[in-house]
C-alpha cells in the first residue's frame, strides 16, 4: 500500500509551508522530486530548498525527470497523454524506490486542489490497480497570495468571482460575475479584452524574492504588463503569474 501524501507548497516562499506540510515531509519515507528541464531548473532548486528547511529528520528525496507534453496536439487529448505519461513515470519511481509500499510525498505548488492535476494523476494510477492512500495537505494558492500581495478582496461585497483560465478568457468575459482571476496565461489574453472600466492586478513569482507586481485601469497598464512579463520571462528562463479583473458592474 502507497500512501501518497500530496503537499500543498504555496508559491515557494518556505513560509508559506504549513505547520501539516512540514510534518507530512518529516513522516514520508520518500520524497519525489521532478525535473522539469533546464529552463526551470530554479522551480526544483525551490522544491530542493523548502526540502532543507522543512525537513529535521533524514528523509530520501529521489530526482526524476518529468514528461513534457506536447503542446502541439489538441489541448484535451494532448493533457490525457501528459497524464498518462506523468503517471508511468510516477509508477516506475514507486517500482524502484517503494517497491514494499510505504508514505510517498510530491510538494505540489500552491494547492492540489486548483488548477493542478497532481490529484487526478493519482487516482489514474489507483485505477490501473496501484493500492493506494490518497492524503491532501492543503497549501496557499497563488490567487490568496496574488490578493495578499495587492491588499484586496478576491470578491466584491457579496458577488461571486469566477475563476477560470487564459484559454477560456479567449472566448471572452464569463458570465456571472463581474470579477474574473485568471490562471494559466501564457498569451497575455487580458491584453484583448475591451478595456473600457476593467481594473487589473496582476502578479508574477508570488512570494518569491523576486516577486513583480503591477495593477490599474486595464487601459493604462495592460501593455506595460505584457513587456515586463517578457522581460522577467526571458531573464529567469520561466514565470509563474496570475491575475485578477474587475469591471463595473
Known amino acids: ?39 526551470r531548473s530554479d522551480l526544483i532548486d525551490v522544491r530542493r530548498m523548502l526540502c532543507a528547511v522543512a525537513l529535521t529528520r533524514p528523509v530520501r528525496i529521489v530526482e526524476f525527470d518529468l514528461p513534457v507534453r506536447d503542446a502541439q496536439r489538441d489541448y484535451l487529448s494532448g493533457v490525457a497523454e501528459w497524464h498518462a505519461a506523468v503517471a508511468a513515470a510516477w509508477a516506475a519511481q514507486i517500482a524502484r524506490h517503494l ?81 474574473v482571476a485568471v490562471m494559466l496565461d501564457g498569451d497575455c489574453t487580458f491584453a484583448t479584452l475591451p478595456p473600457a472600466g476593467v481594473r487589473i492586478w496582476w502578479g508574477a513569482y508570488l512570494g518569491m524574492p523576486n516577486q ?7 487601459a493604462d497598464v495592460a501593455a506595460s504588463i505584457v513587456e515586463r512579463r517578457a522581460a522577467l520571462r526571458r531573464e529567469h528562463g520561466w514565470i509563474m503569474d496570475t491575475y485578477l479583473l474587475s469591471r463595473a458592474a
Do not use: C, F
Open 99 to 179: 517497491p514494499g509500499g510505504g508514505r510517498l510525498a510530491l510538494l505540489v505548488w500552491g494547492d492540489p486542489s486548483l488548477y493542478d492535476s497532481t490529484l487526478r494523476i493519482a487516482e489514474r494510477l489507483r485505477g490501473d490497480g496501484m493500492a493506494m492512500r490518497i492524503h491532501v495537505v492543503p497549501g496557499i494558492t497563488s490567487l490568496q497570495a496574488l490578493t495578499a500581495a495587492h491588499a484586496t478582496p478576491l470578491n466584491e461585497l457579496g458577488a461571486p468571482v469566477v475563476i477560470t483560465t487564459g484559454r477560456r478568457l479567449r472566448d471572452g468575459w464569463p458570465g456571472g460575475a463581474d470579477r
Open 1 to 39: 500500500m502507497i500512501d501518497l501524501h500530496l503537499i500543498g507548497i504555496g508559491t515557494g516562499n518556505p513560509d508559506h509551508l504549513t505547520r501539516q506540510a512540514g510534518a507530512a515531509m518529516n513522516a514520508a519515507d520518500l520524497i519525489l522530486l521532478p525535473r522539469k528541464g533546464t529552463a
Open 212 to 218: 513583480a507586481l503591477a495593477s490599474g485601469p486595464l
